[in-house]
């Protein structure tokens, strides 16, 4: 295995299928606080990109960046082949943004402020595309409805619909689940994974790193300001996920063998179980020479299994070892 150092060098993808180029890009605040430190990042045209980091860490100042709504102290963005600066139209045109603060106007009808949104972007009114997507939030029977009398998931889902409303190339998730059930939750997913058939770049921010796992096609790691790692999320989690291999007991043990202890062994508190950490990548995982030493004790087992350490679990390794 690679050392960490190694490990933790960020990797960007370039070429054709770039939809958003970053480069060099800092931004320090007139507090002297600076948010972000030399991002460098491409994302790849129709792919769902998570975007994982603690709070603090410049998950929100990167996208509020990118979409031209704080503006950068160095670097450059482009978006699609357009200067988020100099082309700062053309740039916006072809991104959509869902905020994490919700922020609507509460005295509009669901209607009539995605259908306002639309037109922001210099878009012809086009009823039936409108009709599509409230139907698709399930937000269609809510279509006359106050902003104010909605509940905050049916906001959440006003603020998706008029991001989406111009049409947009690129979507922005600015943690869109925070707050809302399950089902809504769910909802949201799979209109996202529609959305990448149909051709839509997805950037998401979560703190559910369990839908990154099941989302993502790439994952970036964002601490201090700084992009720590970028890497394909089956990659990463096949390079610096641990495995642990069960051992259930015939009969429980008291204690473990001196010839046994070492780090990568635990024994259950019940002694029912025997859990052995290791490196599925490395040549020799340990495993034969393990069981050989519970042939040698006259210790068996009944049942074995296998798991790998999460993308969560990656990700407070990744930063614990950053920090």
Known sequence: MKPLDDRLAPHSASGPDAVIAVSGLSKTYAS?????RDVNLTIRRQEIFALLGP????????????CGIVNPTTGQVNVD??????????????????????????????????????????????PAYIEKILKDLSLWDKRDTKIRALSGGMKRRVMIAKALSHEPEILFLDEPTAGVDVELRRDMWEMVRRLRENGVTIILTTHYIEEAEEMADRVGVISKGEIILVEDKTALMRKLGKKQLTLHLQAPLQVL?????NPQLELSADGTELVYTFDAQSDQTGITELLRHLTEHGIDFKDLNTTQSSLEEIFVSLVGARA
Do not use: C, M
């Open 81 to 126: 082949g357009h200067d988020i600066i100099r082309d700062y139209r053309a740039a916006r045109t072809k991104i959509g943004l869902v905020p994490q603060e919700l922020s609507t106007d509460a005295f509009e009808s669901v209607w009539d402020t995605v259908k306002f949104s639309r037109g922001l972007f210099g878009k012809a009114p086009n």
């Open 257 to 261: 063998p001196p010839d046994l202890r």
């Open 55 to 66: 709070n603090g860490a410049g998950k929100t100042t990167l996208i509020s960046t990118i």
């Open 32 to 36: 002297g606080f600076q948010a972000l």
